[in-house]
Nanobody, 114 residues
């Protein structure tokens, strides 16, 4: 399966962005999908994940500001990011934890200016 992330860009602190991750084929709703990010010079870190459209999990740093969701009919994962901070800057990657292997999208750049 191929994952295509989009929606990144340059935004001022306090602004919002919505990321999308489109899958090339249907992914069962029970598969965990998530977002990760990697800031310059840092390791990739977990941002949020969701399974079956319920029970989302968030990193402490984004809790209350970011919302993860998925539209299974459109094979698309979303990340609504509000109240963005400069520390949110990085390349954002989507991931699908299929039984066979984990799949990653190509990443989309998010830059938050102060």
């Amino acid at each position: 399966v191929q994952l295509q992330a989009s929606g990144g860009g340059l935004v001022q602190a306090g602004g919002s962005l919505r990321l999308s991750c489109a899958a090339s084929r249907t992914i069962h709703s029970s598969v965990v999908m998530g977002w990760y990010r990697q800031a310059p010079g840092k390791q990739r870190e977990f941002v949020a994940s969701i399974r079956s459209g319920r029970d989302p999990n968030y990193a402490d740093s984004v809790q209350g500001r970011f919302t993860i969701s998925r539209d299974n009919a459109k094979n698309t994962l979303y990340l609504q990011m509000n109240s963005l901070k400069p520390d949110d800057t990085g390349v954002y990657y989507c991931k699908a934890n299929l039984p066979s292997e984990n799949y990653w999208g190509q990443g989309t750049q998010v830059t938050v200016s102060s």
